[in-house]
Structures are given as C-alpha cells and as structure tokens.
C-alpha cells in the first residue's frame, strides 16, 4: 500500500511560522521580562527546570499583569508577523496533498487568531495541537492548560509516533520544522528535522548529536521539501549535505 500522504510536515508555531515567539513577546512586554525569560530557557536547555514548570512561571507573570485574555489576543494580532516564505510554502503543500500539522507549546486561540490573520482562510485547514487556556470565571485572569502529563506540558512525539509506527510502505516523508525549547520532545522524531538559524534548538542538537538542518525561513524549507519530494534528493543526502551551513548556524547564535 501506498503511503496516504507522500509527506506530512510538523511545525512549531511560535518563532518558525512566526517571525517572533508570541508567548516571548507577551513575557518580555507584559510579564517577567527578557532578562528573566531567557534565563527560564537556558535553564530549560540545561535540564535543570522542566519546560512546563518554567513556562507556567511565565505565564503567570503575563497573567498578573493583563488579566483579560482577549487583550492578550489583541496585541498579539498587532504585532507578531508571519515567516515570508510560510504562504507559498503552505499553498504549495495544498496542492500536493502533504498535510501541515501545527504542533505548539502555546495556547490554541492565540495560534488559531493569528494563523486565520496571517495566512487567510485557507489557515482553517492546518490543524493545530497544542496547550488550552483556561480563562477564569471571576474575570481576574487566565492559565495555560496543558496538552499532557509530560515535562514539556505538551510532548510533541505523541502526534508524530503513530505515523512513524506505520509499516514502511505505508510511512509518509516525515519533517519537522522548529526554533527553541519547545521543540525539544519533537527533534529526534522524524525524518528530517529543520531548525531555524541562530536560535536555542540549533544549540540543543549540536550539544546532543541531534542530526539537523538549518533555515532561515520557510523559502529553504520548501526548496528542500519539495526537492525530495520531487526525488531530486533523498533525506539523507540533504542531511549530509555541507557542515558549513551549519557552521553558520552556529556562528550566528544570537540570544534571541
Ligand atoms: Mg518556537
């Protein structure tokens, strides 16, 4: 039997679809703070805070200070933007039948506002796993509700395994595509792994042998996705391809 899809591409939201982490926005703007915050994520990075823990702390701190969640919506609306490449990459993925899958650490009506602004009606097709929120009765604020028991909050394998547990012929390509802390449960799971230029995930996968290739932006993503897809190179060939590319990641490691 043939594969249902030939591909299926899992992304992170926040920070890979999006230019900027929305969750990071809110916490550097309306909660904690930058400082604080990137402190959280190389504790997370370092294994010596859970993901859940340190993102419910900063969570809290948006919560405290804007206690009316659709606010947070809003600002969010104004002010976060979409990769450039996303809309012809995901237009492209329509017209092949590859399914994209929104794998997120965030809260589904924050990513479900800003996918409809951002990509337009057809946003309705990608659907989108990831935390809740619960916003309080009495008005005075809001939590995040996770996915799962894990440690993440939300472990984005459950959603790839069962693909992954198919019978070879029936296995679609499968991608991943991610930035930061809330990738980590997702980066040894699929065939190729992407992950974005400069940032915490690109760190994590040197430091554990993680195999990875670097992006910038959705435009490399569907070169390279479509280029296999077209059979002009097969994953391992792009996973093999120059370590400069990677070097570059590396060099250009800002904290973001
Ligand atoms: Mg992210």
């Not at 017209?95 to 994209?100: G, K, N, W």
């Amino acid at each position: 039997m043939a594969p249902k899809h030939k591909a299926i591409v899992f992304s992170d939201f926040d920070g890979t679809i999006t230019l900027k982490d929305s969750n990071d926005y809110l916490t550097d703007n309306v909660g904690y703070g930058h400082e604080k915050r990137r402190a959280g994520n190389i504790e997370i990075l370092e294994h010596r805070v859970t993901f859940r823990d340190a993102f419910r702390e900063m969570l809290e701190s948006v919560s405290a200070n804007k206690p009316n969640f659709p606010e947070c919506i809003e600002l969010l609306r104004a002010n976060i933007k979409l990769d450039p490449g996303f809309s012809t990459f995901y237009a492209w993925c329509l017209s092949q039948d590859i399914p994209v899958i929104v794998l997120s650490s965030g809260m589904e009506p924050i990513i479900r506002a800003l996918l409809t602004d951002l990509v337009g009606p057809t946003a309705d097709k990608i659907p989108i796993i990831s935390n809740q929120v619960k916003i309080h009765e009495d008005g005075k604020g809001w939590e995040i509700v996770y996915h799962d028991d894990s440690d993440f909050g939300h472990d984005k394998s459950l959603a790839i395994k069962p693909y992954k547990d198919l019978p070879d012929e029936d296995r679609p390509v499968m991608f991943y595509c991610g930035d930061g802390v809330s990738d980590l449960s997702a980066a040894r799971e699929t065939d190729l792994l992407f992950a974005k230029v400069g940032h915490d995930l690109i760190t994590y996968c040197e430091r554990e042998k993680v195999p990875f290739t670097v992006f910038h932006d959705f435009k490399d993503i569907h070169e390279t996705v479509q280029e296999i897809i077209e059979g002009k190179a097969t994953v391992k060939e792009v996973a093999e391809r120059p370590q400069k590319e990677k070097d570059f990641g590396k060099k250009k490691e800002v904290l973001n």
